[in-house]
């Protein structure tokens, strides 16, 4: 045979086994990043099915990229690094401050991780980016389900109480919060003739929140308590 077709032959068959490879890896990151997107699509969070794939599959390109276009084989992850930054900078605009708490954090987290299952992927290392998919997931649905179960959630919860004495009202509302370990965010006081309006934010469990209604309930202080709409979120934690 020619050298010439030889060497055009033998070029043709290791493109073909590039090529295959490559798109077996983008693929399987689309896929992976596509189904805990789809996780978090139906559970109806900010970064869905589209932001997680693409994020999944971007790693991946950027990580096969990082190879293929390496001068030297010291120099190869030099782009895929830069995976890390780019990622945190996204996290970051997914996490919301608000009313004294933070919301966001499992999405940022679930963005970073998703991230990395990309980079595994796009590396070749297919049994780890399974893995670590259904470790995700597991932790997702799982430990969701568990914390729902268990009312490990925190709940903000804005009361509404009146009363004819200042001072005493805000006495009584701390009194009522240190005995339960509870912090009192977005304080507001208004006058109402005769009495005054004190509106007051709470993030504890439900447990915490029962007990809480309660006992604002029984106090002679308050004439009268209104408790107003909750808002959960996916992860809430006061800042101090």
């Known amino acids: 045979m020619n050298p010439i077709h030889q060497t055009i032959e033998l070029l043709r068959n290791e493109l073909g086994v590039v090529l295959s490879?490559?798109?077996?890896?983008?693929?399987?990151?689309?896929?992976?990043?596509?189904?805990?997107?789809?996780?978090?699509?139906?559970?109806?969070r900010p970064a869905g099915l589209r932001t997680n794939m693409f994020i999944c599959f971007g790693a991946a390109m950027f990580t096969v990229l990082s190879k293929q276009l390496a001068g030297v084989e010291s120099d190869s992850a030099r782009i895929?690094?830069?995976?890390?930054?780019?990622?945190?900078?996204?996290?970051?605009?997914?996490i919301l401050h608000a009313r004294a708490s933070v919301t966001g954090l499992t999405t940022a987290a679930t963005l970073f991780v998703v991230a990395g299952i990309g980079m595994a992927a796009g590396g070749g290392l297919y049994l780890t980016a399974c893995f670590a998919t259904g470790m995700i997931l597991l932790a997702l649905v799982v430990l969701g389900r568990m914390e729902a179960a268990f009312s490990l959630k925190s709940v903000i919860t804005t009361y509404e109480v009146t009363g004819r004495n200042v001072d005493g009202m805000l006495r009584e509302v701390n009194r009522l919060l240190d005995a339960e370990q509870l912090i009192m965010h977005s304080v507001h006081i208004a006058s109402s003739d005769p009495d005054f309006r004190m509106v007051f934010a709470v993030d504890c469990e439900r447990e915490q929140?029962?007990?809480?209604?309660?006992?604002?309930h029984?106090?002679?202080?308050?004439?009268?308590?209104?408790?107003?709409?909750?808002?959960t979120s996916e992860l809430q934690s006061p800042c101090n």
């Open 21 to 44: 490879s490559t798109l077996a890896r983008l693929l399987l990151a689309a896929i992976l990043g596509g189904i805990i997107g789809l996780e978090r699509q139906l559970r109806h």
């Open 80 to 94: 895929a690094a830069q995976i890390i930054p780019g990622i945190g900078f996204i996290g970051a605009g997914s």
């Open 218 to 231: 029984e106090s002679n202080v308050f004439g009268s308590v209104t408790r107003s709409e909750e808002h």
């Open 209 to 216: 929140q029962s007990v809480l209604s309660i006992q604002l």
